[in-house]
T-cell receptor, first 110, second 112 residues
Framework: GEDVEQSLFLSVREGDSSVINCTYTDSSSTYLYWYKQEPGAGLQLLTYIFSNMDMKQDQRLTVLLNKKDKHLSLRIADTQTGDSAIYFCAESYNNNDMRFGAGTRLTVKP | DGGITQSPKYLFRKEGQNVTLSCEQN?????MYWYRQDPGQGLRLIYY???????QKGDIAEGYSVSREKKESFPLTVTSAQKNPTAFYLC???????????FGPGTRLTVT
């Protein structure tokens, strides 16, 4: 089947940069997304990138897209303890429908 | 405030009982979705609706039912036929400019 793949765990020290990686499936996906989920809560849209872009920066967040390799990454600069959460990569298909990865649990150690 | 609401946040039921989870949105989105999330796992699509009075099965529809009588509302019924109903249920709506989905806060259902 077609899966969006992410590593399950990432642990970093407070103040370091975090890089969360994702491999998606559909080269025709129009948009790719990163969502954040805190414990017991819904998913919060962090950022998105249009498929014809290579990079998007939004404050501490940098999204890199390698369309040839279908690889998406999310870099969080100066990671804080409040960034500890599960991060989901997602791709759009059929316009409004989405395919999600299994999520990467980011742990930030003081 | 615009957004998606789900109620209740926690729900407890006895095995064999049907239970309905509420989802309401005021974002004027045409599409709405129900996902199930189990501990340590990603999201699995249960049902989705692209327009009022129409809905489609997702990947794990067995034991669930939905209705879409109004644009704002997409209730999910977990029936007694669902073998493992205990999970975290997330509702979302879609139709934003960038095809993004917006999620509600979730309902944690426990069946004993």
């Amino acid at each position: 089947g077609e899966d969006v793949e992410q590593s399950l765990f990432l642990s970093v020290r407070e103040g370091d940069s975090s890089v969360i990686n994702c491999t998606y499936t559909d080269s025709s996906s129009t948009y790719l997304y990163w969502y954040k989920q805190e414990p017991g809560a819904g998913l919060q849209l962090l950022t998105y990138i249009f498929s014809n872009m290579d990079m998007k920066q939004d404050q501490r967040l940098t999204v890199l897209l390698n369309k040839k390799d279908k690889h998406l990454s999310l870099r969080i600069a100066d990671t804080q303890t409040g960034d500890s959460a599960i991060y989901f990569c997602a791709e759009s298909y059929n316009n409004n429908d989405m395919r999600f990865g299994a999520g990467t649990r980011l742990t930030v150690k003081p | 405030d615009g957004g998606i609401t789900q109620s209740p946040k926690y729900l407890f039921r006895k095995e064999g009982q049907n239970v309905t989870l509420s989802c309401e949105q005021n974002l004027n989105h045409d599409a709405m979705y129900w996902y199930r999330q189990d501990p340590g796992q990603g999201l699995r699509l249960i049902y989705y609706s692209q327009i009022v009075n129409d809905f489609q099965k997702g990947d794990i529809a067995e034991g669930y039912s939905v209705s879409r009588e109004k644009k704002e509302s997409f209730p999910l019924t977990v029936t007694s036929a669902q073998k493992n109903p205990t999970a975290f249920y997330l509702c979302a709506s879609g139709g934003g400019r960038y095809y993004e989905q917006y999620f509600g806060p979730g309902t944690r259902l426990t069946v004993t």
